[in-house]
């Protein structure tokens, strides 16, 4: 299920585009089932512009990325969706566009971010959750503590936009 030409960005930008009908029975619906199972097989890693684009391949409309970005009041990024062809296998390409002259965010203004956004609380545990594991792990390898973590700049946004739109869409799924 791609995307066929459709630009699809943050509301911030100059365009939005549901990208699926919530009446089609398609990926979207796959939370719906109890026992429903999404296997990643991230055999040699993954990004997280990698599993965004997974997941509206899989069917989860626009919307269900949208939502809960826009909760965040964050300023100066887009999302945007588009069909790609890898090895003549069709997909669907997320990219975090991110304006110049973003502030710095430590660990504790992610945290705060998250709280005061207003974000479904299991979104909200889930985001908080990866930024941990991350935080932990720049911790471990710049040898500081985690709330010394800095995620610079650009990094910054695109790791929110790529956590907690993945975070959503895994919440909408079920």
């Known amino acids: 299920m791609g995307h066929e030409g459709h630009d699809h960005e943050h509301p911030h930008g100059d365009g939005h585009d549901a990208a699926h ?3 089609d029975p398609g990926g979207a619906a796959l939370g719906s089932t109890p026992g429903s199972l999404l296997h990643l097989d991230c055999f040699a890693g993954v990004s997280g ?10 069917g989860v409309a626009r ?3 949208d939502r809960p970005l826009a909760a965040l009041g964050l300023d100066g990024f887009k999302l945007r969706f588009e069909p790609t062809s890898k090895n ?10 991110v304006a110049a002259g973003q ?63 993945t975070c959503a869409a895994i919440d909408h799924l079920g």
Not at 49 to 58: C, H, K, N, R, V
Not at 89 to 94: S, V
């Open 21 to 23: 009908d919530p009446g």
């Open 49 to 58: 512009d990698m599993l965004l684009g997974a997941l509206s391949d899989l």
């Open 63 to 65: 919307e269900v990325f």
């Open 88 to 97: 003549a296998i069709g997909a669907t390409r997320a990219t975090v566009e």
């Open 103 to 165: 502030p710095e965010r430590c660990y504790a203004d992610i945290r705060t971010l998250l709280d005061r956004a207003r974000l479904d609380e299991a979104v909200r545990r889930r985001a908080h959750a990866a930024f941990r594991v991350l935080a932990e792990a720049e911790a471990r390898v710049h040898r500081t503590s985690i709330e010394e973590v800095h995620f610079h700049e650009v990094g910054a946004v695109d790791a929110i936009v790529d956590i907690v739109g």
